[in-house]
């Protein structure tokens, strides 16, 4: 799988997505958490339930780590409480936060991309903007709101 085609599997759109050789091949896995945040545990619960989904065991004795952990940000990363890397190696997956929201993103994003066997890769994104959310526009017809509109909705 090339780098744009694993990129198109998450949404939004990763920042960087680099495919290395080799694949990692699930069938049992553990799951380690270093964060010492309320969210990996949130983050664990996304994960044991995809992975419940696609018939892969959760058990302590697997040799396949996923660590959900708190990290250092690189320099070019902005918002880093939001960011996140994925690193995916032979081995296991590192889902690595850069803040405690970072971990939970890093999570929904693996969740993504998640399969039987996926790519050694890395991922690392962060948001365009520090506040995340969502627009829905609440007009029927071709009449589009108009600001008055949007202050309003926001009141």
Same mark, same amino acid.
């Given at each position: 799988?090339?780098?744009?085609k694993?990129?198109?599997?998450?949404?939004p759109?990763?920042?960087?997505?680099e495919?290395k050789?080799?694949?990692?091949?699930?069938?049992?896995?553990a799951?380690?958490? %270093?964060?010492?945040v309320? %969210?990996?545990?949130?983050?664990?619960?996304?994960?044991?339930?995809?992975?419940?989904?696609?018939?892969?065991?959760?058990?302590?004795?697997?040799k396949?780590?996923?660590?959900?952990? /708190?990290?250092?940000?690189?320099?070019?990363?902005?918002?880093?409480?939001?960011?996140?890397?994925?690193?995916? %190696?032979?081995?296991?997956?590192?889902? %690595?936060?850069?803040?405690?929201?970072?971990?939970?993103?890093?999570?929904?994003?693996?969740v993504?991309? /998640?399969?039987?066997?996926i790519?050694?890769?890395?991922?690392?994104?962060?948001?365009?903007?520090?506040?995340?959310?969502?627009?829905?526009?609440?007009? /029927?017809?071709?009449?589009?709101?108009?600001?008055?509109?949007?202050?309003?909705?926001?009141?």
């Amino acid at each position: 799988m090339n780098a744009k085609k694993l990129q198109k599997k998450i949404f939004p759109l990763p920042k960087q997505v680099e495919v290395k050789d080799g694949a990692l091949k699930l069938d049992k896995v553990a799951l380690k958490i %270093t964060a010492d945040v309320h %969210t990996a545990k949130q983050a664990a619960a996304v994960l044991e339930k995809k992975l419940a989904a696609l018939g892969i065991g959760v058990c302590d004795c697997a040799k396949t780590t996923i660590t959900l952990a /708190l990290g250092e940000a690189p320099a070019q990363v902005q918002f880093a409480e939001q960011g996140y890397r994925i690193a995916v %190696t032979a081995d296991g997956v590192e889902l %690595t936060g850069f803040g405690a929201q970072g971990v939970y993103y890093a999570a929904v994003s693996f969740v993504q991309m /998640l399969d039987r066997e996926i790519p050694c890769c890395e991922i690392l994104d962060w948001p365009d903007m520090d506040f995340r959310g969502h627009v829905i526009e609440s007009r /029927l017809g071709s009449d589009l709101m108009e600001k008055e509109d949007w202050f309003a909705m926001i009141d």
